[in-house]
């Protein structure tokens, strides 16, 4: 049976994500404040720049669908997968949105400072993304499958299902990404070298 190896590595997380998926959000919630603001008043007021803002957050979700329609043009990644993220993506700002404005009301109702009202909102927002997004997972992975899956599902067909195998997200996307039958040798190639590591390892 194959599994997926978990990493928390920032340059293991690029690879899988995407750099732009990464910095896109964070750049266009910037520039967008910076618009709306004015270059003088963002020195004086910090908090609106890093204001989660329903704007903001819709720019930032728009931005993630533009770079989805981009890499699905280029066959980076399939119509399901596709679909995933969109979803996904809406689902941030639906659960940032309302997270943030539960934050701010429950701020309100304690007569909360103004960085306090601020990090309650934020926490409010974390939460409300989470729920979302946990939510969405559940919902979407029943009627569509991520490329990761199905590069998995490859590494699957092909494993002895006596043994464990672990595999990267990386490795189950290049699985699904190539053309069979390329695929199968990649794979096939994959789990024999898996295969040396885990006798090498035994034997020290």
Same mark, same amino acid.
């Given at each position: 049976m194959v599994y997926i190896k978990e990493t928390s590595s920032v340059r293991q997380k690029i690879k899988e994500k995407g750099l732009g998926r990464l910095l896109i959000p964070k750049v266009v919630k910037v520039l967008s404040n910076m618009l709306r603001l004015g270059p003088r008043l963002i020195f004086r007021s910090g908090l609106n720049l890093l204001k989660a803002n329903p704007i903001t957050r819709f720019f930032s979700v728009v931005s993630l669908v533009i770079l989805d329609v981009w890499l699905l043009a280029k066959r980076k990644i399939s119509k399901s997968q596709f679909v995933i993220n969109v979803v996904f993506s809406?689902?941030?700002?639906?659960?940032? &949105?309302?997270?943030? +404005?539960?934050?701010?009301?429950?701020?309100?109702?304690?007569?909360? +400072? &103004?960085?306090?009202a601020f990090l309650i909102a934020l926490i409010g927002t974390i939460i409300g993304t989470k729920i979302f997004d946990i939510v969405s997972k559940k919902i979407v992975t029943r009627f569509a499958t991520s490329d990761v899956q199905a590069g998995l599902d490859i590494f699957n067909s092909c494993a002895n299902s006596a043994k464990d195998y672990y595999v990267t997200k990386e490795e189950c996307l290049e699985a699904f990404r190539l053309n069979s039958p390329h695929k199968e040798k990649y794979v096939k190639d994959q789990l024999v070298s898996y295969e040396r590591r885990s006798t090498s390892n035994d034997d020290n």
């Open positions: 809406f689902s941030m700002f639906v659960g940032g &949105t309302i997270g943030w +404005n539960a934050g701010e009301n429950i701020a309100s109702i304690f007569a909360a +400072n &103004t960085v306090l």
